[in-house]
């Protein structure tokens, strides 16, 4: 028996179109904005806790978040939150979520819908 012909073949993902990207990219925001941090009445988004999202062709998710505080009592949990709303985005095959300290959270990460709902300005 050939041993390449029982190997399994990998199928190289076809890239995601710009249409396609811009799609997932706002359904992905749209469910960042679900997750919230306990003690500010704000999403994380808005917040500007989300450092960076990469999509892969194969709609693997990874993501760069940080804590308004190192100390936060939700940083066993929050990862999990964020996880659990971009798995709930149609196609997504997984996501992977790293809390990340540097650089660190301050208030001008905040957009300005959040600083206008904490009356920031």
Not at 90 to 109: A, N, T, Y
Request: hydrophobic share 45%; glycine share 4%.
């Amino acid at each position: 028996m050939d041993d390449a012909a029982s190997a399994p073949t990998e199928i190289a993902a076809t890239p995601l179109t710009q249409a396609e990207l811009d799609r997932l990219t706002d359904q992905l925001v749209e469910q960042l904005k679900t997750v919230f941090d306990p003690e500010i009445p704000v999403d994380i988004y808005e917040l500007g806790l989300i450092y960076k999202v990469d999509v892969s062709d194969t709609k693997d998710v990874a993501i760069d978040m940080t804590l308004t505080a190192p100390g936060c009592p939700v940083a066993g949990e929050m990862p999990g939150w964020v996880q659990d709303a971009i798995m709930a985005v149609p196609g997504i095959k997984s996501c992977h979520v790293d809390l990340v300290f540097e650089p660190p959270w301050d208030p001008s990460r905040m957009s300005d819908e959040a600083k206008l709902q904490l009356n920031m300005f």
